[in-house]
């Protein structure tokens, strides 16, 4: 079973500019979430899709990220603009379900900010 | 009420040693306790998971001891080894919470031989 995808896997960018990472999840889970990394601390939810729609998207910083779901398969994170602080892992991750089980991470999205 | 608490930061064990990485929390709604496995410039890596209506849950050489009126939750690596150096993660969530992992901070594991 091929695990999840994500894109690309390094990113430096300048504050104030745009970046967008891709995740494709593995096949036939419906369930996608987005957590961000900052080094030294646990991952901590972004947004979770439904298919295609959001579950849950309470902490996501909506000013300067949005997230999209085409087709309830791949998704994509954007940042415009992006802040300093923003400089961590993206991590990707998908289940079949809403469910606790069978949560399977990507190797994530290294961005650097400077 | 939504936070997970770890300790240590990190942990230096010696190889065929125990290492023992601790967890509390304050959200009596958690009803899900995983530990995961990073490997640098790897993904979580689901580990071993335990329900509060158990108190012990083993595989292999690792084991999750939870109290539930502590409202705390350990993870036991026996006989540790140089492949276990790696950073773990405690987890809680919560039934009716969508699937949401709340992460503690880590713990930073190396295993000398």
């Known amino acids: 079973e091929a695990g999840v995808a994500q894109s690309p896997r390094y990113k430096i960018i300048e504050k104030r500019q745009s970046v967008a990472f891709w995740c494709n999840p593995i096949s036939g889970h419906a369930t996608l979430y987005w957590y961000q990394q900052i080094l030294g601390q646990g991952p901590k939810l972004l947004i979770q899709f439904q298919n295609n729609g959001v579950v849950d998207d309470s902490q996501l910083p909506k000013d300067r990220f949005s997230a999209e779901r085409l087709k309830g398969v791949d998704s994509t994170l954007k940042i415009q603009p992006a802040k300093l602080e923003d400089s961590a892992v993206y991590l990707c991750?998908?289940?079949?379900?809403?469910?606790?089980?069978?949560?399977?991470f990507g190797s994530g999205t290294r961005l650097t900010v400077v | 009420q939504q936070q997970v608490k770890q300790s240590p930061q990190s942990l230096i064990v010696q190889k065929g040693g125990i290492s023992i990485i601790n967890c509390a929390y304050e959200n009596t709604a958690f009803d899900y306790f995983p530990w995961y496995q990073q490997f640098p410039g790897k993904g979580p890596a689901l580990l071993i998971a335990i329900r509060p209506d158990v108190s012990e849950k083993k595989e292999g050489r690792f084991t999750i001891s939870f109290n539930k009126s502590a409202k705390q939750f350990s993870l036991h690596i026996m006989d540790s080894q140089p492949g276990d150096s790696a950073t773990y993660f405690c987890a809680a969530s919560r039934a009716g919470g969508g699937n949401k992992l709340t992460f503690g901070t880590g713990t930073q594991l190396k295993v000398e031989l």
């Open positions: 991750a998908s289940s079949p379900t809403a469910g606790r089980y069978g949560y399977t």
